[in-house]
C-alpha cells in the first residue's frame, strides 16, 4: 500500500486519527496523506452596513473567499505543526475545499490511496442526524478499505 489517507477535522482528537494513521503507515511502508477539507460556508458579500441615523458603519462582512483563505490559512498552519513531530518524508500534508467527503474520496483516487483514516465523534440522536457523520459518509463511497477511529467528543 503506497499512500494512506488521514482525513483530518483538526478538533480536539485529531491526535489519536494521526498518530493511529502514522502507525498503519509505518506498517505498511506506506507514505501518509494528512488531509483537512474547508467546506464553503455560504454566500456571503462584502458589505458595509451603515447605521443610518449616526451614519457610523456598524459591521462588516467578509467575503466568502476571504474567510476560506484564513480557514485555509489556518489549517495549513495546523497540519504543518503536526508534521514538524512526525518523519519526515514520510508525511505530506494538504488543505483542500470543497464539499469533505468528496474532497477526501477524490484526493484518495487521484493518490491512488490503499486506506483512508477518519475519525468518529460518537455523535447520537439528533446531533448525528444534522451532523451527517463524515465517516460513514465517506465509508459508503470509497472503494478502498476505510479505518474508522473511535473518539470522544468534549462537552
Avoid at 456571503?44 to 467575503?63: F, K
Avoid at 503536526?82 to 518524508?89: F, H
Amino acid at each position: 500500500m503506497e499512500n494512506i489517507i488521514a482525513a483530518l477535522d483538526l478538533q480536539d482528537q485529531t491526535e489519536l486519527v494521526v498518530e493511529k494513521a502514522m502507525e498503519m503507515a509505518e506498517k505498511f511502508g506506506s507514505k501518509l496523506h494528512l488531509v483537512h477539507v474547508v467546506a464553503p460556508m455560504g454566500n456571503y458579500v462584502a458589505t458595509n452596513i451603515v447605521d443610518p441615523l449616526s451614519g457610523m458603519e456598524t459591521a462588516v462582512l467578509p467575503n466568502e473567499l476571504d474567510l476560506i483563505e484564513v480557514h485555509k490559512n489556518t489549517a495549513q498552519e495546523r497540519l504543518d505543526k503536526i508534521i514538524s513531530g512526525l518523519p519526515a518524508g514520510m508525511v505530506k500534508a494538504e488543505v483542500l475545499i470543497g464539499a469533505v467527503e468528496d474532497e477526501v474520496i477524490n484526493y484518495a483516487r487521484e493518490q491512488k490511496a490503499g486506506m483512508i483514516v477518519v475519525g468518529s465523534h460518537h455523535r447520537s440522536g439528533f446531533a448525528r442526524l444534522l451532523a451527517g457523520e463524515t465517516s460513514v459518509r465517506i465509508l459508503h463511497e470509497a472503494q478502498i478499505p476505510i479505518l474508522v477511529i473511535p473518539t470522544i467528543e468534549n462537552k
